[in-house]
């Protein structure tokens, strides 16, 4: 079930509603930002809800106006703070959507559209009822009630005149929607009376107030002097021309698209499936011919030859047909552009003017019924090549003028490219200088840490030696005194001195275990410190690396942008330089064609060879400054490709550097952990022992007195 498409009719009406980007440059771009980045969350709600054109509405916008802000002069001078608000990524991504629902919105327009459009009627009566005064019908016979005799039709370059036409096969127009399979066997082709009502047809439903009635496609296969000599035109129909050289075995729509001089034409190629008929023709177009070409027994030959009008003709049937969008009935004009203008005149371009005729048109020069020469005829001719030189020569100078600016472009992008490439390693090497800094001071840091938690262990150390002599010097003198104490108090006393002595001992192993969990819980925020600096360090060469590699991107991306741009500007200049040279050709022929027939058949022939000429230098010229321009964006490319895995390397290198200087630092400090740790648990070992053997003195001593005492 498609979805509905309430905001707008269509896409034009829904690209009018994207709107210009209105960025104040000289104010706030953050806010500017935080803006573009609101519409980016908004149009990925819209997005996933499955409301497709407001979100293509909403990314437009955002990227109109990421567009605006990075044109800014405070962007330029600062990036990396406006990035941090909208990434590249948010812009790839936005480019990525909107070019995905553009195509959906595109395919769901077509459809609304062809399901609005009546379908064209079988047999489109005349507006008076009669049929054409051009023609005789087919099916009318003559009042006496003989058999009329058949005429030839006339000569393409000689135009008829009165109504001495033959009679026509009319095809019905419900033969228009007949579309074709893989093998396109069945063709569909229409007269020049039915493309003449179902033109009326569009013109008086447009007149009715049914604008969106759609009009016809033209496409007009001849020779390109032909068509700008006349072709047809009317109100209700769009005429545009292939050149036919463009059409071969294996030709794409988008070889044709490249194809065209005028953006007009290109932007109509473009939006064919919009027309509701598009009808092939060249200047004396036959079905029959191109029905025998869509044969399986002359299918195969196509691939290998395609130099005639009728394999053209069938091969730009065949592709615009097997096409997966086929919205629009694709028909063949049956007699071309000289039956039209047989019957119609008023409706070409230049009435009864011929076109100029093929060369490979003419079978044998003896048919031809040549008009005398004049007698400056080597005169003209002579003119003609002073001419044909003279453009030669202008055309080379101004393609060496192209050269040369070309060239003069190209040496300063090169030394821009340099530029930025030393200002980008000046900026790396005051961000690693800047980091040598950072670790230094780091280092020295931790030095007078470690020197000052010696230093308070060594005066613990102290502390705990003077509190331990001081209490051993309080022990002995209580001994003294108990020594002269009355011996009646001896029971009383050792027992009194044995209960301290268990208090004693008791607090002195509570203060032991304090300082052991104190040291252990200093060790332990100790460590968690270190974790935590490394992972910030980490975490900084990470952003650092994605950084580069961002403004990496968008360097290339805006090379990007400023080749394609130069690329579209040549092309412009291009095509305004054969508009001109078209307009003042087309002047000169305007005033000699009636007297010079002869002479423009050979000047013709002339033309069309260098033009030929002309066109294959041009296109070598094209396909070697691609080439270059190729080769020197590879060579960017790598270079650029090799100089960040060589700072990767070094990266890595470092950071492995680090990692094994810490792990020997840590295993350094673990070491001597355990030393101190097994010293100290050595010195109380000792301290007790000590202690141990003065306390079984004392008491042998005491026992030695008690002894003395009873003897």
Known sequence: MPHSTSLAPSMSKLNEMVGEPKVDRNGDLQLFCKSASKLHAKAGDCSKRGEDEYAYVYFMRFIGIVQEIRKCRKYKANPAVFDALVSNKMLISSLDEAERLSGILKARYEEQEKASQPSLPTQPPASDGKAPPSFKPKDKEPENGSTPSPKKPSSPSRPATGFDVPPLTIIPASKLATKTSSSVAALASVGSCDMFRLLKGNVSSSSSGDLSSPKVLIVDIGSADEFRNNHIQHDSAVCIHVEPGVIHAGVTTGNILVSFSSEQWATTWSDRHSFSDILLMDTSSSVEAVRSMNKPSTLSSLAASASGPAQKMAILYNLLAKESARDCKISILDGGFAEWQLHYPTCCALGNQPRVPKVSEVQSFSLVDFPEFPEDIQRAKEEAERRALAKKQEEERVQREADLRHQQEQARLLELQQQQELQRQREEWERHQEHLRQQEYLRQQELQRQEEEQRV???????????????????????????????????????????????????????????????????????????????????????????????????????????????????????????????????????????????????????????????????????????????????ARQLELQRQQEFLQQQERQRQEEEDRLRREAEMRRQQEEEDRLRREADVRRQQEEARQLELQRQHEYQQQQERQRQ
């Open 457 to 635: 262990q060594r005066e613990n150390e102290a502390r705990q030696q003077q509190e331990q002599a001081q209490l051993l010097e309080f022990h002995r003198q209580q001994e003294w005194e108990q020594q002269q104490a009355f011996q009646r108090q001896e029971e009383e006393r050792l027992r009194v001195e044995a209960e301290m002595h268990q208090q004693q001992e008791q607090a002195r192993l509570l203060e032991l275990q304090r300082q052991q969990q104190e040291w252990e819980q200093q060790q332990e925020f100790q460590r968690q410190q270190e974790l935590q600096r490394q992972d910030e360090e980490r975490r900084l060469q990470e952003n650092q690396f994605q950084q580069q590699q961002e403004q990496a991107r968008l360097q290339e991306f805006k090379r990007r942008q400023e080749w394609e741009q130069q690329q579209e500007y040549q092309r412009q200049q291009e095509i305004q330089r054969r508009e001109e040279e078209e307009d003042r050709l087309r002047r000169e022929a305007a005033a000699h064609r009636q007297q010079e027939e002869t002479r423009q058949l050979e000047s013709q022939r002339q033309q069309e060879f260098l033009q030929q000429q002309e066109r294959q230098h041009q296109e070598e010229d094209r396909l070697r400054r691609e080439a270059e321009v190729r080769r020197q964006q590879e060579e």
